[in-house]
């Protein structure tokens, strides 16, 4: 369970919007099966990072390997292109990581079954008996299995969000991105939603999660990375960073989050 | 080709402006007396209780009729029933007047039923009279929400105008056709006159969204576009 | 009076010659329904264009689209039934012939294609950016998830204005009588000339018409309805 090999690499990260350097060189090394929390101000790039690990951003410079393989193109900081993955590899490595939005982003024109199964079909290429079988088996894991001939919009935040975790999991990737997944949700539904990605970590999924809940990174992670201004200022137990922070912004900041 | 564009476009440019003023003039026409019917037919379709049938009748038939068949329509069959318009420049403008006059009006009647109900109230209480309110706080506010869709209409009006040519005004089509059956040599011709109203609506289409941007970020006010 | 109202309108004159109206208004809905099928098909094509990350391709498919939404469409079907079989006669060096029937279609549908592309471009880009994201990062390509996810949603959204468009399509298709194509108002045309009563046929044909396209807007606001609670649209 402890990593031989990190199941993601990354070096160097930097990424800028136009003239805005939003990521400024993030070097990090996640080993399989355990829990990343990536907390930090609004705009210090924690959602950007996040994005950058499945290509939905495009790195500016420096590289990243999911499971050894390196998801790319991207740009050595002297500007010589480095050649990466094809759209196809990078579809394919996309396909090993599952990421949960904030938005939840369901597909409101098809069912909650249809939504788990989508990929399966699309991707995967199962039949759709299997396809079928395996989604509902993921929706029982989120207990939502009485929900899967409902179209998304009957549903309520938490349970929405359930769904996408359903969705994303039953693609059975490596490792889970959870973007904020919680921010969006009524005070009384965010606890569904965390005891699933509770869960998660106990059974030993390799998690990434950008979130402002400080209860979940405090208890249920592994590491904490606390990012400011694009760049990681505080990275360790959840212990450390918690009650000693080397860095006098991450001790403001959690002392604020948790007022 | 080149040739051929100096034979008959350019010795023609004369008649071809001609035609273009044609044009011009029809359309200005046309598209004033449309917003006078069009705000007619609005108020009477939201003000008056007995009539409103009427208006709503004149709209939809103005809306769901083509253009050609108001056109002929307007031009042969006016004269002999209503007596006016006695000339084809006549029929023209008031056909294509009343297919847009149709959509204004319904145009006009989102804008004033758009229109906060606040901005009277305060008026009201301000003790404006009914006159004042209508002229200088509903309509300016009316008439900024408006104005990129009745813009819209004057661009339909000189597409439609194209049409005219049909009942012998003698437009930019009907000089262009004229040529062209006068030689039979159409590629020049046709194609200048295509990029003559394309250059015409592009023109109209550009500053009517200058303007919106400009009122929009002058006056803040939300559009229906 | 009764006299001056037949003058005016004349339902009999219109059931004498019904036969020859009728073909006449099948001619109308057969280009009606090749140009908006040609319409709908250029539409998809330069509205997807339209939001293409290459640059190029997206000032090819604007420019299409203002160019098409800003001619009249008299011009164009002029153009296309006098000057393209020349340019085409050229280029393979042949005489080339375009019957009315095809250049009717050919330049009404190239002509609403501009505004159809419009619909289509707003119908795709109010599909929320989430939706795509949600589907790439599962691993689906681009391409699919157009297929799958962005398209059914769009298309759904695009059709009041859609409608609307088609409308305005079925409208002007009465224009192509101008180059002899054997529709309703070629007929009614053909028919007064032969009868010397141009008042009734007219004021029949701007009837006809406007019963028509009422009862088809009506039907089709009535659906867009039942599919917008369905929660469709």
Redesign the interface.
Known sequence: MDGDRPIIRVKDLRKSFGSVEVLRGITIDVSPGSVLSIIGASGSGKSTFLRCL?Y?ERPTSGDIFVDGEAIGPSIAPNGQRKSGAS??DI??I??K???V?Q?F?????MTVLGNVI??LI??KHMRRREAVEIGQQFLAKVNLLNKKDE?P?KLSGGQQQRV?IA??LA?QPKVMLFDEATSSLDPELTGEVLEVMRDLAREGMTMLVVTHEMGFARDASDRIIFLHDGKVEEDGTAAQVFSAPASERCQRFISSALS | MIENFNRFVLANTGTLLDGLWVTAYVCFWAFLLAIVLGLIACLIRMRLPYARVVAIGYIEFCRATPILVQLLWVNYVWPEVFGFPQTVTGAGVIALALQSSGYLAETFRSGFEGLPKGQREAALAVGMSRWRIVSRIEAPQVGLVVAPLVVNQLAVVVKSSTLVSIIAIPDLMYQGLKIVNQWYEPIEVLTTIALTYFALLFAISRIANYAYVYFQTKFGIASSR | MFVALQNVFDPALFWEYRAVLLTGLLQNIIIFAESAVLAIFLAFIVGIASLSRHGPVRWTAVAYAEFFRNTPEYVLLVWVYFVLPLIIGTALGTKANLSPHVAAVIGLGVAYSGFLSETVRAGLRSVSYGQTESALSLGMSGFTALRRIVLPQAVRRMLPEAVNQLVSLFKSTTIVSLIAVQDIMYQVSMISVAEMRPVPLYTGAALLYCIVIIVATQLFQRLTERWRRRGWA
């Open positions: 499945n939905l759209p196809r579809a394919r996309r396909s990581l599952g990421m939005f938005q982003n369901l597909w409101p024109h989508e990929a699309q991707v179209y919009a996408a969705r994303a693609m």
